[in-house]
């Protein structure tokens, strides 16, 4: 497998437009997990999924924050309108079996929004 | 509040030193334990992971400690090489996703 894949790897947009993050989970894992990792914050948790399903949106920041698993393979993270405090690298995870099981993370989305 | 605190921020040590870092948590309810490796433009790797159910984990030259009394754990490195030089990350879970600590930059000098 060829490990979590995200994309775009770099996107820069201008304040107020929409901006869509794409992640394909590894196959057979029933957990995906979207993170934000900036200097200030470190690493935190935005949303995550089982089975395609929200468990817990708590950490996705603003209601400018939407994030959507309409199958097994596919997840995106969308932000509508972006803001400059949104600049940061979005990674998504997938695991098998639980929450507390080795979590496998894509390579990033570099986002400035300038 | 913090649920995990983890330190240094920055470490730096000689080639073939030991490379030590360390994370303290509340919340008893955790029962996974691991440690992320990141490198520049990437995205975090697991390293080494432990249960409570054992006070120590080697894997080469990584080794995780644990202390459930007090609620620590802490990553060794020995005999710390250059390719070393990365972002470790401790992490807590239990019925609940990875919490991250904030990061140790470690770098490891000749």
């Known amino acids: 497998d060829a490990g979590v894949i995200q994309s775009p790897r770099h996107e820069v947009t201008e304040m107020g437009q929409e901006v869509t993050l794409r992640c394909k989970p590894i196959s057979g894992h029933d957990y995906l997990f979207w993170y934000r990792q900036t200097m200030m914050r470190g690493l935190e948790l935005l949303i995550y999924f089982n089975n395609n399903v929200p468990i817990d949106d708590s950490g996705m920041p603003e209601d400018r924050f939407s994030a959507k698993m309409p199958n097994a393979s596919f997840s995106t993270l969308k932000i509508q309108p972006s803001e400059p405090r949104d600049s940061a690298v979005y990674f998504c995870?997938?695991?098998?079996?639980?929450?507390?099981?080795?979590?496998?993370f894509g390579q990033g989305t570099r986002l400035t929004v300038v | 509040q913090q649920q995990v605190k983890q330190s240094p921020q920055s470490l730096i040590v000689q080639k073939g030193g030991i490379s030590i870092i360390n994370c303290a948590y509340e919340n008893t309810a955790f029962d996974y334990f691991p440690w992320y490796q990141q490198f520049p433009g990437k995205g975090p790797a697991l390293l080494i992971a432990i249960r409570p159910d054992v006070s120590e984990k080697k894997e080469g030259r990584f080794t995780i400690s644990f202390n459930k009394s007090a609620k620590q754990f802490s990553l060794h490195i020995m005999d710390s090489q250059p390719g070393d030089s990365a972002t470790y990350f401790c992490?807590?879970?239990?019925?609940?996703?990875?919490?991250f600590g904030k990061g140790t930059r470690l770098s490891v000098i000749a």
């Open positions: 992490a807590v879970s239990g019925n609940t996703p990875l919490v």
């Open positions: 995870a997938s695991s098998f079996g639980g929450v507390n099981t080795e979590a496998f």
